[in-house]
């Protein structure tokens, strides 16, 4: 279905109320167990089916030359904003696309379109809304995109700390953006996104002037997490600290692309 020239996909959709579980994109191994007479059915190895698709993913990646990345964060952290900035910058050197994960509305997808990019707009909402994207999810959002006409797809995660992290969908790199209004803890009480991730962006540093908050801590705690991370101090507003960020970008991209 094409919304003012984006191409809009729900996630998955469940019959019947059914409530939404982890395990999609095909059926993962199941247990069965008999407790008073009644069957109760175990999922297990629910990551490895995901890990599955997303192998598939990055072979036709790979096949294509496309280099993706997983951009991660909370809600409000200047994500989108960001991502504008940076397809700026990108295009045209770059033929970039962009998947877009949300619960709910196109908001984000419509500001990405106005770059020129093409933009596959995944919402969850119908099964009660994921909190990140799977294998499986971004394996039918490629149904909308060309990969012979991209260079570089950029997948803006659902806004979490937590589940975007454990799902791997194909990607070559991840980065989380953490911003300045979040507190200098975060990466102590979300360790698994800032070990997982390859590179963090530390955002909306405009800010400062009028935050009590600790930048040499918050360094300091990403760093305690993932020692020797790239660690780039940026304002989406005014592009301070963008010149770093975009060469480390270009850099990865054209270690696969060429």
């Not at 093409?118 to 971004?138: K, M, R, S, W, Y």
């Not at 390859?198 to 009028?210: F, G, R």
Request: negative net charge; glycine residues 8%; hydrophobic residues 40%.
């Amino acid at each position: 279905m094409l919304l003012d020239g984006i191409n809009a996909i729900r996630a998955c959709h469940h019959k019947e109320g059914h409530p939404h579980h982890h395990p999609h994109g095909g059926e993962a191994p199941v247990e069965t167990h008999t407790h008073g007479g009644r069957e109760i059915k175990v999922v297990r190895r629910v990551l490895d089916a995901n890990d599955i698709m997303a192998a598939a993913s990055r072979k036709r990646f790979a096949e294509q030359r496309v280099f993706v990345l997983n951009l991660m964060s909370s809600p409000g952290s200047g994500k989108t904003t960001t991502l504008e900035k940076t397809l700026g910058h990108l295009m045209p050197e770059f033929r970039c696309a962009v998947i877009v994960g949300d619960i709910c509305t196109t908001a984000d997808a419509d500001r990405l379109a106005a770059s020129g990019a093409p933009v596959v707009q995944i919402n969850t909402d119908e099964f009660g809304g994921d909190c990140h994207l799977a294998a499986h999810v971004i394996e039918k959002a490629l149904g909308g995109l060309n990969l012979e006409e991209i260079d570089i797809l950029i997948v803006e995660n659902i806004g979490n700390l937590v589940c975007p992290a454990e799902f791997d969908i194909g990607e070559d790199k991840r980065a989380v953006i953490l911003s300045v209004t979040e507190g200098e803890d975060k990466p102590l009480k979300y360790p698994l996104m800032f070990r997982e991730c390859d590179a963090a962006l530390l955002n909306k540093i405009d800010l400062l002037p009028y935050l009590d908050y600790d930048v040499k801590l918050a360094v300091a705690n990403i760093l305690q997490i993932h020692p020797d991370m790239p660690i780039f101090e940026t304002s989406a507003k005014t592009e301070e600290g963008f010149e770093p960020w975009l060469e480390w970008l270009k850099t990865s991209a054209k270690e696969k692309i060429g």
